[in-house]
């Protein structure tokens, strides 16, 4: 430590990379079986590019086949190493194991796993490294514990367009999809390798990228990142050079977006570039926000709720202070009680559930007009097996789900009006859909389903065919204007044994209220793949039964909970705004 020399103060924004980085050391010069495998392990949890140093633990063939990047196995507590009995030839094995948590495949999508992790390490005397303990088969992939996976790895969106515009209108909706990259080995090139890739497997089927198919970086691109000006240059290899401009803006698009995080004030400008070095298009981000709105709408001009006398009130987006008033329209009058309600994103139209929970009604925005006859009716004899509460998505569509036991169902009303779509819902398994969310992007949903007494979060891709597509005739008495299924339900909060209320919180992020096995009510977020993003626990709050979030994380979170209608302000804690009402919801 020195003792003498001036004092500087540090501007804490001037160490963007001030976390802990960790190297990997050789192995030791005859070095026991044991150690060389640990030895090993501790390599993976280096930020060594590309796992040169664990190789050095590896016999020569086992380095060239050894692919760390086809999975990355994430363990609880890290494996744990168990000495096998020496075999005839000399040779040491040892066995990893651990308690599964989850898994990242070759295209870096995060997936949770349950389970023992068993995986076999064989050791043998190297004679090409002088006859030194080498690993000549070496586990698959990577594996690590999960303490050294939050640190070395970080989520990033990446965003491509919503792929199903049946209605014609041109929309262009962007879709988060998440994967995880490892946060100090050149994350922004692996980002935009990624996004160029295309979209993970699960959510391919639902969206599209401007990115031709096959089309790289060019080679000269080993290392990018934004200059002093924030603008990152994109060079694309040279089947990329006559890409016209509209594709090429868009495609920008997708940059600006799914980068938007990494650098420290954001990247200003994207520039993709011919192979030569030449601009094909330039994008700054103001522009890009006109080419592919981040969310489907600006921010909300109200958060909305249900008074006591039933009746769809609001209070202004931000502002804590203002006193809640009546909405416009027939929602906002107490001609008829409602037991739940949704608002479109566009603020121009309610949907209510009566308190019965029988008939689902919409209505305008707007003062002077009249509620109409129920657009849905279930045939529940009670409440709890009536109408969930509904939501709208982005494309002004309309769900809802019949918890009536007789012929429980998800429902579709194309822009809140019409037939009733049945949804097909073939992940259900007998479950029954106790709330629903839709994305803003339309293309995904979070259901919360019960089966045997316990009510979990599942997220659903949606799956829209047009009429007169392969499977539907145009026409069609059944599906006069298309099929609509939700496929590959998969669970997002598996830590959570019940999960009480949901709601969407940005791209690829949800607020849930839940409790783990034996634990009490919490309140955290969690990603659409399933993982948990650190500093995901929220305040707690007593007796929570709904919940809402905006897409934008500036907006307060709203809750109905035993202290009545509450916020949450960002970095402060929760506020009442009244003693009585239910129901808190944003747009959509």
Request: glycine share 10%; charged share 25%; with cysteine.
């Amino acid at each position: 430590m020195p003792a003498s020399g001036d004092l500087r103060g540090v501007d804490g924004a001037q160490l963007p990379d001030s976390q802990v980085r960790v190297f990997a050391m050789p192995p030791r010069e005859n070095a026991d079986p044991a150690e060389i495998v640990q030895g090993f392990l501790e390599s993976l949890t280096s930020d060594d590019p590309q796992f040169e140093m664990a190789r050095k633990y590896l016999t020569e063939k086992a380095s060239e086949e050894w692919r760390p990047e086809v999975s990355t196995s994430v363990l609880a507590d890290g494996p744990h190493t168990t000495a096998q009995r020496p075999g005839d030839d000399g040779a040491r094995t040892y066995t990893l194991t651990g308690t599964r948590i989850a898994t990242v495949d070759v295209q870096h999508a995060y997936k949770p796993a349950s389970g023992t992790y068993s995986q076999p390490v064989h050791l043998v005397q190297d004679p090409a490294s002088g006859n030194q303990w080498r690993i000549d088969r070496p586990p698959r992939g990577v594996v690590l514990g999960e303490s050294d996976f939050l640190r070395i790895y970080r989520p990033v969106n990446k965003y491509y367009f919503a792929a199903d515009d049946t209605h014609g209108q041109g929309q262009e909706r962007l879709v988060a999809d998440p994967v995880y990259v490892r946060q100090r080995v050149d994350p922004v090139t692996q980002t935009v390798r990624l996004l160029m890739e295309g979209p993970t497997q699960w959510l391919a089927p639902v969206v599209r990228s401007e990115f031709p198919s096959g089309i790289r970086l060019d080679t000269s691109a080993e290392s990018l990142a934004p200059d002093s000006n924030n603008t990152l240059k994109v060079p694309l290899e040279p089947a990329g050079d006559g890409i016209g401009q509209p594709q090429c803006t868009k495609m920008a698009a997708q940059l600006i977006f799914t980068l938007q995080d990494w650098a420290a004030n954001g990247i200003e400008e994207v520039e993709v570039q011919r192979s030569d070095g030449s601009p094909l298009c330039r994008l700054t981000a103001d522009r890009a926000e006109t080419v592919a709105p981040h969310r489907t709408r600006g921010n909300p001009d109200y958060q909305y709720f249900l008074d006591d006398k039933k009746r769809l009130v609001r209070l202004p987006g931000i502002s804590t202070g203002a006193d809640p008033e009546p909405a416009p329209g027939p929602l906002g009058t107490t001609e008829k009680p409602f037991g739940s309600v949704a608002v479109s994103r566009e603020e121009d139209q309610a949907a209510g559930v009566s308190l019965n929970g029988r008939e689902l009604y919409v209505g305008a925005l707007a003062a002077g007009t009249a509620l109409g006859e129920p657009v849905l009716t279930s045939r529940a004899k009670n409440v709890k097996d009536g109408l969930t509460a509904p939501s709208w998505d982005g494309r002004g569509d309309l769900w809802v789900a019949d918890r009536n036991p007789g012929d429980f169902g998800l429902y579709l009303l194309r822009q809140g009006s019409g037939t009733p779509v049945p949804v097909q819902t073939p992940g259900l398994a007998g479950g029954r859909i106790e709330a629903v969310r839709v994305a803003a992007d339309g293309v995904r949903i979070a259901l919360l389903v019960e089966r045997e007494g316990s009510r979990t979060l599942r997220i659903g891709r949606v799956e829209r065919e047009a009429p007169g597509s392969a499977g539907v005739s145009a026409g069609s008495a059944d599906h006069p204007t298309g099929t609509v299924r939700v496929a590959e339900l998969r669970s997002a909060a598996p830590q959570l044994e019940e999960v009480t209320a949901m709601s969407w919180a940005g791209g690829s992020r949800l607020v849930v209220v839940g409790r783990e096995s034996g634990g009490v009510q919490q309140i955290r977020y969690v990603h659409t793949d399933g993982s948990t993003p650190e500093g995901g626990a929220l305040p707690g709050l007593t007796g929570v039964q709904e919940i809402a979030a905006s897409d934008d994380e500036r907006l307060p979170l709203v809750a109905h909970s035993d202290d009545g209608i509450v916020r949450l302000p960002p970095g402060e804690p929760w506020r009442t705004v009244l003693k009585t009402g239910t129901s808190p919801v944003y747009p959509g």
